[in-house]
């Protein structure tokens, strides 16, 4: 059984894709995490930035990032080292989107994503889960939430708790500025699948967006 998360950023995919996995006892695979290695990656490597449209196989084999299945969830390794909050600096967020963005990338990671579903049991999120990478997958999920809300969400993650407006504001328009080169790329854009339930979760907690997902999984045979 596979299970797409797709959504904006900041929805809250990647976190309630891990406790969906958890609760089901299957995998979970974080696609964004693996574009944030390949951007992290070529920062690292100083490939300038206005070159990036001209990456091809071969330079982005010798970046290096890997996939590495562990228990209910996949590592992501760059040079052999498995990375953690270094791929989610303001760096790595203001240049990921451009990344995706270009098809030679996506054709390059969509053979690592589909291996990690050939052995099933596996909660995976990302933009194009259910569209691209995953079209018949066993539940499809789109998450939307209020990009203040999301913003708020997101400050709260990184430990900002007192909300001044001007900041939620700002980290907003981070957020959509994201999406809005998510949803234009001419190859996956971010979008709903048609076959997709639409979860809004500006009003819900995390428990009650994790919970209804649970239950669409179970009633779908999980
Ligand atoms: O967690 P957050 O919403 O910040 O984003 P993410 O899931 O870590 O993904 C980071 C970026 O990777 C997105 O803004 C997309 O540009 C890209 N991405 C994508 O194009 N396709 C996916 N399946 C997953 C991520």
């Known amino acids: 059984m596979i299970i797409a998360i797709d959504g904006p950023a900041g929805s809250g995919k990647s976190s309630t894709a891990k406790a969906v996995a958890a609760e089901l006892g299957f995998r979970h695979l974080d696609s964004g995490a693996l574009y944030r290695a390949i951007t992290w990656a070529a920062l690292e490597a100083d490939l300038p930035v206005?070159?990036?449209?001209?990456?091809?196989a071969r330079t982005l084999d010798s970046l290096d990032v890997r996939s590495i299945p562990a228990p209910y969830r996949f590592d992501v390794a760059v040079r052999g080292r498995i990375v953690g909050d270094e791929i989610r600096s303001p760096e790595v967020n203001a240049h990921v989107s451009r990344m995706a963005a270009?098809?030679?990338?996506?054709?390059?990671?969509l053979g690592a994503l589909r291996e990690a579903g050939r052995s099933g049991q596996l909660v995976a999120d990302g933009?194009?889960?259910?569209t691209v990478v995953f079209p018949d997958a066993?539940?499809?999920?789109?998450?939307?939430c209020a990009p203040e809300e999301r913003a708020r969400r997101r400050l709260r993650e990184q430990g900002i708790t007192d909300d001044p407006a001007d900041e939620v504001r700002r980290e907003a328009a981070r957020l959509q500025g994201r999406d809005e080169i998510d949803s234009g790329r001419a190859v996956a854009p971010l979008l709903p699948a048609s076959d997709a339930v639409v979860i809004d979760t500006t009003e819900l907690t995390f428990r009650e967006q994790v919970d209804s997902i649970?239950?669409?999984?179970?009633?779908?045979g999980a």
């Not at 070159?51 to 091809?56: A, G, I, R, S, V």
């Open 50 to 56: 206005e070159e990036w449209m001209q990456l091809d």
């Open 102 to 109: 270009i098809p030679a990338v996506r054709e390059w990671l």
């Open 127 to 130: 933009r194009d889960i259910g």
């Open 138 to 144: 066993d539940l499809k999920l789109f998450l939307v």
């Open 214 to 220: 649970v239950e669409l999984a179970r009633s779908a």
